[in-house]
C-alpha cells in the first residue's frame, strides 16, 4: 500500500502542474478585488484634475505675499465648488482641503500658521515656500501615464487607485468557480436537533470560509448521501457548473466510500489517490479536461490541511497569483516524536519567536485548528525534533 502513496512534494508539484490559469475576462471594478489584471491600466485623466488645496487654511500668490506682507481676505472655497473663481490681485481666499486653488494664487497656508488683522491676512509660517500645501494637477498620475502594469494584484489599494482614477470595469484573469459535494449519511445541518449517530456537518463551512478568504464567493454546496449512484450523479452536476468539485468525504477504504468510483464513471481521470501524509492520507486528486477534482478525507482537519497545502497554491496558480502559503523555520518551543514514514501537519502557533505544537493533533478535532496561525512541516524520515530545532512553518492566511 505504502508503496502507491505520493510523496507531499510530488503531490504539490503535479496538483500545480495540472492547475492551468482561466482566460481573461471584464469584470466590474468592485467584483475583480484579489484578481491579477490581464491589462495594463493608462490613466486617461491628471489626477488630480485641478491643483487642489492639501489643508484648511488661505490661498494666495506666494510672489505678491513676499511683496506685500498683507493680504485682504475674500470669499471662500469649500470642497466641491465649481465656481469660476480667480484671485484678485493682493487677495488672499478662505480655502479648505480638497478645493480648487484658483487662478492667481499658487500656495496655501495651514489656518493654524495664521493671525487675521482687519480683515488682512498675516502669515506666521517661517517655513513655507511657493507651493505649499497645493497638490498640484496630475501629481498622483497623468493622463497617459501606466497607472497599473499588468499582472498586478487587485488589493483593496489598487482597487481604490483606479476607482480613484475613475476606472470601472477592468481585465483580470478569473477566479475559478467552486462547488462542494458533501457526503456522508450521518451528517446534520447545524440548527437542526443533532440526532443519535449524527455530527454536525461543518466541512462545508470551513471551505467556504476558506475560500472566502481567497475572494471566491459564490461557492455551490451539494449533500450526497452515501450511495454510488448518488455521489456518481452530485458530480456530474456539480461538473456542470465548476472549474474545481471539492468532495468531501467517502474517499477511504470503507464500505461507504464511493468517491474514487463514483469519480471514474464521471470520466475522471485519477492522477493520485493517498499522499503520504497526515492527516489527509486518503485525499484524492483528478482531472476533467481542465477541470479539478479534489477528494477530500471527511475528517475536519484534513479537510483543512489539505486545502491550505494544496488547493489554495492551485487556485492562486489558476488565478495568475505567485503567492502560497507564506513558509519559513522557528524554533519548535517543545520537543517531538513521531514514526517515520509519513510527512506530518502540525497545528502549530507561532508567537513571532518560537512555534509551538498545539495539543488536540487528531485529525477528526478542529478545536486546535481553530487557535492555530500555521502548520508545522514535519518531513516523512524525521522521527524526532528537540526543543530549539527549526522547523518549517506554513503561515496561515488571517
Ligand atoms: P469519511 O472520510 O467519510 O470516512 O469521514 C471521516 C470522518 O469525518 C467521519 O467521522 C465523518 O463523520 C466526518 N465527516 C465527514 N464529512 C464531514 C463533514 N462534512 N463535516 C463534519 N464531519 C464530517
Ligand atoms: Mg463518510
Known amino acids: 500500500m ?48 485641478y491643483p487642489q488645496s492639501s489643508m484648511d487654511g488661505y490661498a494666495f500668490s506666494f510672489r505678491e505675499w513676499k511683496e506685500h506682507k498683507s493680504l485682504k481676505i475674500d470669499g471662500e472655497l469649500a470642497a466641491g465648488s465649481n465656481e469660476t473663481f480667480t484671485l484678485p490681485p493682493n487677495n488672499a481666499v478662505r480655502i479648505f482641503t480638497g478645493a480648487p486653488v484658483p487662478p492667481g494664487a499658487d500656495t496655501v497656508v495651514m489656518q493654524e500658521k495664521i493671525k487675521i488683522d482687519n480683515d488682512c ?37 489598487a482597487i481604490g487607485f483606479l476607482a480613484g482614477i475613475g476606472i470601472t470595469e477592468v481585465l483580470v484573469y478569473p477566479l475559478p468557480a467552486v462547488s462542494i459535494i458533501v457526503t456522508g449519511n450521518e451528517l446534520q445541518t447545524p440548527g437542526q436537533p443533532l440526532l443519535q449517530g449524527q455530527v454536525y456537518e461543518s466541512n462545508s463551512f470551513s471551505l467556504q470560509a476558506a475560500l472566502k478568504q481567497l475572494h471566491i464567493t459564490a461557492t455551490k454546496v451539494f449533500k450526497a448521501e452515501d450511495t454510488l449512484e448518488t455521489v456518481t450523479r452530485v458530480i456530474e452536476e456539480a461538473l456542470l457548473q465548476s472549474d474545481i468539485v471539492f468532495l468531501s468525504g467517502g474517499v477511504s477504504v470503507g464500505n461507504y466510500d464511493f468517491v474514487a468510483e463514483a469519480a471514474s464513471q464521471n470520466g475522471i481521470e485519477k492522477i493520485f489517490h493517498k499522499i503520504k501524509q497526515r492527516p489527509g492520507k486518503p485525499f484524492y ?24 497545502e494544496y488547493i489554495e497554491p492551485a487556485i492562486k496558480k489558476i488565478g495568475k497569483q505567485n503567492s502560497a502559503l507564506l513558509a519559513m523555520q522557528a524554533p519548535l518551543a517543545k520537543p517531538f516524536k513521531k514514526a517515520a514514514g509519513l510527512t506530518h501537519f502540525l497545528k502549530g502557533f507561532y508567537d513571532g519567536k518560537i512555534v509551538t505544537a498545539l495539543n488536540a493533533q487528531e485529525s477528526y478535532r478542529l478545536s486546535s ?27 496561515l492566511p488571517v
Open 285 to 308: 486528486f483528478g482531472k476533467k479536461g481542465n477541470k479539478l477534482i479534489f477528494g477530500l478525507p471527511g475528517n475536519p482537519a484534513s479537510v483543512l490541511t489539505c486545502f491550505y
Open 121 to 157: 491676512l498675516v502669515i506666521e509660517d517661517e517655513n513655507i515656500l511657493s507651493g505649499s500645501n497645493v497638490r498640484a494637477t496630475g501629481s498622483e498620475i497623468k493622463a497617459g501615464e501606466l497607472a497599473l502594469a499588468k499582472d498586478t494584484l487587485l488589493t483593496p489599494a
Open 369 to 395: 485548528f481553530a487557535n492555530a496561525n500555521c502548520l508545522i512541516k514535519i518531513d516523512e524520515e524525521i522521527t524526532t525534533r528537540e526543543k530549539g530545532d527549526m522547523v518549517e512553518i506554513h503561515l
Open 2 to 49: 505504502a508503496a502507491e502513496m505520493i510523496s507531499v512534494d510530488d503531490a504539490k508539484k503535479v496538483i500545480l502542474k495540472h492547475a492551468a490559469v482561466l482566460p481573461p475576462a471584464r469584470f466590474a471594478l468592485q467584483q475583480a478585488a484579489g484578481m491579477v489584471l490581464a491589462e495594463q491600466i493608462v490613466s486617461s485623466l491628471n489626477i488630480p484634475a
